[in-house]
């Protein structure tokens, strides 16, 4: 037990005592918000709440035992394990361990846990430490060669199309290809290397799309496009279609005004009928607080993820290595897509992808692994470099 009262002597000392008081803030308003988008069940009520309040505490746990390793040399020692445990972590789902939900086989389920648990979703965190161990290690060769870089694409494209392969999920890959493109730019990849990007993926768009624009995932991308341009031809599929989940969303978002209909009295918040306002403790969690705290507390949330970023990245711009900087922005850097996707999805401004509101969204591991994600972040905090010594080295 020494162990424990180590890492809480140490975390008191050193850890990001800050940061883990903007996540539970987070997280409790978060707690809060599913309470009032759970009302609406006749049974198992309180199950979510009961479920996120444990991840959180978990989550507490496993913050501050991160906040005491040594993050470099922890990767250093076990970069081919880790690699290994994302391929072989996400494959469980193809085993009778998986568990399909909302059409895409994102979860497996171990008998005993009250949880199912998403494989894509701890994988990333990892990824995110060989990723910045890699690109810190190619930085000593130039990692704008065309070596380094195929070399990063290699990776993140197999973590991406792994996902995708294994689970259908288009939400997800999303998150590894931006965590790609973020991560080689805080590394130093030249810029002619994105403009080469953008060229070949509009041309790959140009003659692809004819032959993917009629399958369902596509239609999630031209129903957006249609509603913000307008297009009156497919307004009853912008309302009643593919775009039905978002209008509801954004009926509930601007219902609820500059203060909101009150806590507890969302009108679709509080609806008996599941079709009143979908999957309204996940993914569209940002719409309960509009229609029930209004524009005030939809600013709120915003705010808060907003000091975890600007926090992880305060941490990144006085980390002792590339490579711990590059973890730190790897982290920031999910936070930031995946807020601004899930929320300008409910904004109806972004296509549906499934991705949940970091802190906000009921999910046990999704908020044990936030947690765990600013935990590593909090042990790069504890051994950042002075100012002088940083002065120093610049």
Partial sequence: MSWITDSLRDFWERGDKLLLTLCLMASGYGLILIYSATRYLTVNQNRS??????????????????????????????????????????????????????????????????INIHPAEIAKLTFILLFAYQCAKLREKGISKPSSVFQLLAHAGLMAGLVVVVSGDKGMPL???????????????????????????????????????????????????????????????????????????????????????????????????????????????????????????CVLIILLLAAIIIRCVWVARRAPSPMTALTAMGYASMLLFQSVLNIGMCLYVLPIVGLTLPFFSYGGSSIITMFAAMGVVSSIKTRSLPSWLKDRNQ
């Fill in 175 to 297: 998150v590894f290809l931006f965590l790609f493109a973020a991560m080689c730019l805080c590394a130093g990849v030249k810029l002619r290397w994105y403009a080469l990007a953008g060229v070949i993926g509009t041309a790959g768009v140009a003659v692809l799309w004819p032959r993917v624009k009629d399958q369902y995932w596509a239609g999630r991308i031209t129903v957006v496009i249609d509603h913000l341009l307008g297009v009156q031809e497919t307004l009853y599929n912008q309302t009643h279609g593919a775009g039905w989940q978002q209008t509801r969303s954004v009926l509930a978002i601007g219902s609820g005004g500059f203060t909101g209909q009150g806590y507890l009295q969302g009108i679709q918040t509080q609806s008996p009928y599941r079709s009143s306002l979908p999957a309204r403790s996940t993914d569209e969690i940002f719409a309960v607080c509009g229609e029930e705290l209004g524009l005030v507390g």
């Fill in 49 to 114: 709440v009961i479920i996120q309040a444990i991840g959180i505490l978990l989550g507490v746990v496993v913050y501050i035992v991160l906040s005491s390793v040594d993050l470099e040399l922890f990767t250093e020692k076990t970069w081919k394990f880790l690699f290994l445990f994302n391929i072989g972590f996400n494959l469980l789902v193809r085993t009778p361990l998986g568990v399909e939900e909302g059409g895409n086989r994102n979860w497996i389920r171990i008998p005993g846990l009250p």
